[in-house]
């Protein structure tokens, strides 16, 4: 990071010497802070901004572990260092979930530095827009036609929207967008909606006579508002108004500027009906909905779900700096049944803690550990497996399903498929099957 002074850490510490202690610490050397004082405070204070976490374990309310857990969930790319009086078996069990570091209190000055900025070097190796073309990967029609009108949206300037359920790799999108697009050469700044104050929000947008905006900040580039029904419905006209003609004026101020930002602003919300309850201005609506894109769920693709898994090993794999990852047909067929709720950010979650524990390289069944979801049921499990695929991957997957349903009795599958048991063993030599019989 070459401006520390713009980096937020977030603090999770209830022992307020320590707390401040750590504070002190990160603000002597330009962080800035976020100070949460128990594990409820630093849920509710997580945002996109936040750059690294440090986390004590045991804090009242939400304990240290749930926030890894959360953490991880909904912002997979922050950089979690455990800062805790916890024993070894805690740091084992932090580093397993997903925490970047473990330092034991009381912690030095320079250990804390130093760890705060490998997290963060890391993660910067790591943030190369890979989510971006993740969003693309496969060969289905729901991949094609979203790569198609992700590439229309290039074509036009002037608002846009992103819609999707949570995990879905909104905010990925708008990186990627930003990064082809007109304002690639200027800054990309990310206002989290849900997370600033509603009386301050006005002067965090537009600034003030003091200190600019994020809307100034954004100059020449791109300006994302995550969670965008979550923003203050006076601020909402005042954005919607500055939609129309790229005028504004700082809080308190009389004077009119301009700036040239492109807006994207994202959503898991349905606008319309937040309209129908008041709880969203129509006017900002029908500016900002110039053009939607509507980002697919995981389930909605599974068809690509091999391909996106592939992509997801090479890169757990290549950062921690071992063998390839590979994966199981039965771990593989498990994935597929799923429903996904949490859409591709679950899917990493997943397989990145499977493969902690794969032995040789190979994620299996066994290592597998999902949430309480609903399994795709037969019927939507069918249509969701084979919609978009070429007819003869459609026809292997028959033929594989077929001969494991009859324990590989190939005069059996052979009856099933309503073929001879001639082409039964011509189809198993042509897909390269003899090991499934």
């Given at each position: ?24 610490i ?21 945002n ?82 890979h989510?971006?073309?993740?969003l ?18 290039l ?33 990309f ?23 600019p905006g ?39 101020e ?23 309850d ?6 900002l ?84 550990v999902?949430e ?55 189809k ?10």
């Amino acid at each position: 990071m070459n401006n520390q002074s713009e980096t937020f850490v977030l603090v999770a510490e209830d022992e307020p010497t320590t707390a401040l202690q750590l504070k002190r610490i990160l603000e002597k050397a330009e962080f800035n802070v976020l100070s949460a004082r128990d594990g409820n405070e630093a849920v509710r204070l997580m945002n996109s901004e936040v750059a690294v976490v440090c986390l004590d374990l045991h804090m009242p309310g939400t304990s240290g572990f749930d926030c890894i857990k959360f953490m991880q969930r909904e912002y997979p790319k922050t950089p979690i260092v455990v800062v805790s009086s916890g024993d070894t078996n805690d740091a084992v069990k932090a580093m397993k979930r997903g925490a970047f570091w473990f330092l034991q209190k009381p912690v030095a000055a320079d250990d804390l530095l130093r760890i705060v900025r490998e997290s963060l070097e890391q993660a910067g190796k790591n943030s190369d827009n890979h989510e971006g073309f993740i969003l693309f990967l496969g060969e289905s029609a729901t991949a094609k036609q979203f790569a198609d009108s992700v590439s229309k949206s290039l074509e036009v300037e002037g608002p846009l929207l992103l819609v999707g359920e949570s995990g879905t790799g909104k905010s990925h999108l708008a990186r990627y967008i930003h990064s082809h697009g007109r304002q690639s050469g200027g800054p990309f700044v990310v206002v989290p909606c849900s997370s600033i104050n509603a009386e301050t929000f006005d002067e965090y947008l537009f600034g003030t006579s003091e200190h600019p905006g994020k809307l100034e900040a954004a100059e020449g580039g791109t300006l994302l508002l995550e969670d965008i029904c979550a923003m203050p419905g006076d601020t909402q006209l005042k954005l919607a108004s500055f939609l129309e003609d790229s005028c504004f004026q700082r809080v308190a101020e009389t004077e009119e500027r301009r700036a040239d930002v492109r807006v994207i602003a994202s959503t898991s919300k349905n606008l319309e009906r937040h309209v129908s309850d008041q709880l969203f201005k129509p006017d900002l609506l029908y500016r900002v909905k110039r053009m939607t894109l509507q980002l697919p769920t995981l389930r909605e693709r599974i068809a690509d779900l091999p391909a996106i898994t592939k992509s997801l090993l090479d890169k757990i794999g290549g950062r921690r700096g071992g063998e390839p990852l590979g994966i199981s047909d039965d771990a593989l067929r498990a994935l597929t049944r799923y429903d996904w709720p949490g859409n591709l950010r679950e899917l990493e979650n997943v397989l990145e803690h499977a493969s902690a524990f794969a032995s040789e390289n190979t994620i299996h069944l066994s290592n597998l550990v999902m949430e309480d979801s609903p399994a795709l049921n037969p019927e939507d499990s069918s249509r969701l497996l084979l919609g978009g695929l070429p007819l003869e991957e459609i026809e292997r997957r028959a033929i594989i399903e077929t001969l494991r349903l009859v324990n590989g009795n190939k005069a059996a599958a052979a009856r099933n498929l309503g073929i001879s048991e001639r082409s039964i063993y011509n189809k198993i030599k042509r897909f390269g099957l003899s090991d499934i019989v």
